[in-house]
């Protein structure tokens, strides 16, 4: 893997040396994890005209989950009462002779950036932007077999959960379980808060678990995710307990079905992240939800779960090859529930098949 990060680095390189800074600092731990192999928390990534030089407050981790620093990139381990890497970093740039330094702006706080300015006073700080998240946009194989591998953790976590007597249990009881489920499968951890609602909690998005209890004839719908080796996926789904679906359980949740799959055809190399976003929300909007939809429609995931691209109404831009995205419209009726469905996929070509699917639990509404 030491290549990759390198060609990583030099790519990084590349873009800002074009627009004429000497070195970067990389802060954010994401982008430091894709271009070093490894965040130690609190690390940071100088990307030198001459070395590269991840900066450390301490001895990185031998047991870090999510991935090892580059083995030919030089770490350097500040002593206890070194203070900032960040800062260290700078007095780094400034004694390779750089006269400009790029840094990330948008993860810097106002403090962090006066100190870099006073430490290094002759070098001139400029912006990096969202040159790396660029970098992160298309994955490599490498990266997609993470990301494949946490969709089947996330796929046998919730089918377990599904041949398990449900009514009677609380949300936050079953957000748990399938938490636990994920670790036993061997995800590192959740991508992020798991999200079970029933009843009148059903599809609303980022829905908190609370001691409401399951019940006949609910609406049961869970989203949740899996960290493999720092790379995050997710899955979401909405099923009927324990009776026959209502009629108008069966409108809703045929409707936001065909609002998901209409999302998912429109995956393709060169199709305009707005253009996903409306091919799925005017589904909805032509039955008579569009005031109540989420901003987006989906987005990217990769190191996080929720990055570039946002499949939204304003979202300019367009596809590439090999970028991974979710898809996951829904609808929540005040007072009744409602239905979200959401897949990770991998948008591919038509030659090679067209957009890879990689959460595989079925879509059928099941009576559980």
């Known amino acids: 893997m030491s290549e990759v ?15 004429g800074s000497a070195t970067a600092l990389i802060s954010r731990p994401a982008n430091v994890r894709y271009l070093a192999g490894a965040a130690p928390e609190g690390a940071v990534l100088l990307v030198g005209a001459g070395e590269d030089v991840l900066l450390c407050a301490g001895p ?8 090892r620093p580059d083995e030919a990139l030089r770490v350097q381990v500040l002593p206890p009462s070194g203070g900032d890497p960040a800062v260290a970093g700078a007095d780094l740039a400034a004694a390779q002779g750089a006269d400009t330094l790029a840094v990330e702006e948008n993860h810097l706080t106002v403090a962090r950036h006066r100190s870099l300015t006073s430490a290094a006073p002759r070098l001139r700080l400029t912006d990096l932007g969202g040159a790396v998240e660029q970098l992160r946009l298309v994955k490599d194989e490498d990266e997609i077999a993470l990301l ?30 399938l938490e636990r489920r994920l670790i036993d499968h061997g995800a590192d951890g ?17 829905h ?21 080796r720092g790379y995050r996926c997710e ?29 998912r055809q429109a995956l393709a190399p060169g199709a305009a992240y707005r253009d996903v976003d409306r091919a799925a929300r005017q589904v909805l909007d032509s039955a008579g939800y569009g005031g109540g939809l989420a901003p987006v429609t989906g987005h990217g995931v990769g190191l996080e779960i929720d990055e570039d691209p946002q499949l939204a109404p304003t979202a300019m831009g367009k596809l590439d090859a090999c970028v991974p995205v979710t898809v996951e419209p829904g609808v929540h009726l005040p007072g009744r529930g409602g239905v979200r469905i959401d897949d990770t996929l991998v948008v591919r070509p038509e030659a090679d098949g067209g957009p890879e699917l990689l959460t595989i639990t079925t879509k059928e509404l099941l009576a559980l």
């Open 5 to 19: 990060y390198a060609a990583r680095r030099e790519r990084l390189r590349d873009r800002f040396s074009a627009g």
């Open 60 to 67: 990185p981790d031998d047991e870090l989950i999510d991935g």
């Open 148 to 177: 494949r591998i946490g969709a089947e953790i996330v796929d046998q976590a919730l089918s377990e959960l599904l041949e398990s007597i449900l009514v009677g249990r609380t949300e936050r009881h079953l957000a748990l379980e």
């Open 190 to 206: 959740p991508a992020f808060t798991t999200s079970v609602g029933t009843g009148p909690n059903s599809g609303r998005p980022g």
């Open 208 to 228: 908190r678990p609370t001691d409401r209890r399951v019940e006949e004839g609910d609406f049961l719908s869970v989203c949740l995710g899996a960290a493999y």
């Open 235 to 263: 899955i979401g789904r909405t099923f009927v307990i324990g009776t026959s679906p209502a009629d108008w359980q069966i409108e809703l949740y045929d409707l936001v079905f065909a609002a998901q799959r209409a999302g």
